[in-house]
């Protein structure tokens, strides 16, 4: 069963700063890697993915994210976030072994303040 | 494009009482997933169909959960005898395609048992 780790559970940073939202992944085999946003009391909203190709992909919002085989990470980023990225992120992992269901990480909130 | 629609948005029910709760995919969209969360657990799958057939239920609790898809514009979760332990926010999710696909989801269901 692939999964995935994210080690922060809460992260806090000032308007205008960068901010790396880490993500480790267990190896499975084919790797399909997501990150996906919640905003308080809404649903997720997909932010960017990565299967094949370029290891570092570009998402909405000026996120991007980098897979790393050797790390076995995914790591999210942004270099200028805004008081409107306060939200929970979570990465997320197809497991291509048991069905084929996307598996969710716990979790990070990161918290901006002005 | 309305989105995933999921309602009602709040459900409150006695302990022992049946509740339904609905998911109205994205038009077009081929594949409905449930998920619930809760702070202590997270994210968890629940189930899964593809066409409207059922694919994957290992996240479901076997006695009291049952999930349904009738037709391609709907699918239903259905908890029997509820228990205190089933509040949680009861997420739906639609995809258009298979493979590395990307999942839309609705505002959830807050479900809370008394």
């Known amino acids: 069963t692939q999964t995935v780790s994210q080690s922060d559970a809460h992260v806090t940073v000032f308007e205008g700063d960068s901010v790396e939202l880490r993500c480790n992944y267990s190896?499975?085999?084919?790797?399909?890697l997501s990150w996906y946003i919640q905003h308080h009391g809404h649903g997720l909203q997909f932010l960017l993915k990565?299967?094949?190709?370029?290891?570092v992909v570009q998402g909405v919002n000026g996120f991007e994210a980098e897979f790393s085989k050797s790390d076995s990470s995914f790591h999210l980023r942004k270099a200028s976030v805004h008081w409107s990225d306060s939200a929970v992120y979570f990465c997320?992992?197809?497991?291509?072994?048991?069905?084929?269901?996307?598996?969710f990480g716990i979790g990070t909130l990161l918290s901006v303040k002005p | 494009n309305a989105g995933v629609i999921q309602t009602p948005r709040h459900k409150v029910t006695g302990k022992g009482q049946e509740a339904t709760l609905w998911c109205e995919p994205i038009?077009?969209?081929?594949?409905v997933f449930w998920y619930r969360q809760t702070i202590v657990q997270g994210l968890e799958f629940l189930t899964y169909?593809?066409?409207?057939?059922?694919?994957?239920d290992s996240g479901m609790p076997k006695e009291r959960f049952s999930a349904q898809m009738p037709n391609q514009s709907h699918s239903t979760l259905k908890i029997q005898s509820t228990q205190p332990q089933d509040s949680a926010v009861y997420l739906c999710?639609?995809?258009?395609?298979?493979?590395?696909?990307?999942?839309?989801f609705g505002a959830g269901t807050r479900l809370s048992v008394l």
């Open positions: 999710a639609s995809s258009l395609d298979w493979g590395w696909y990307t999942l839309y």
């Open positions: 190896y499975g085999g084919s790797i399909y």
């Open positions: 990565y299967y094949s190709g370029n290891p």
């Open positions: 997320a992992v197809i497991d291509g072994s048991s069905g084929n269901k996307l598996i």
């Open positions: 038009s077009g969209h081929s594949a």
């Open positions: 169909f593809r066409n409207q057939a059922p694919i994957d």
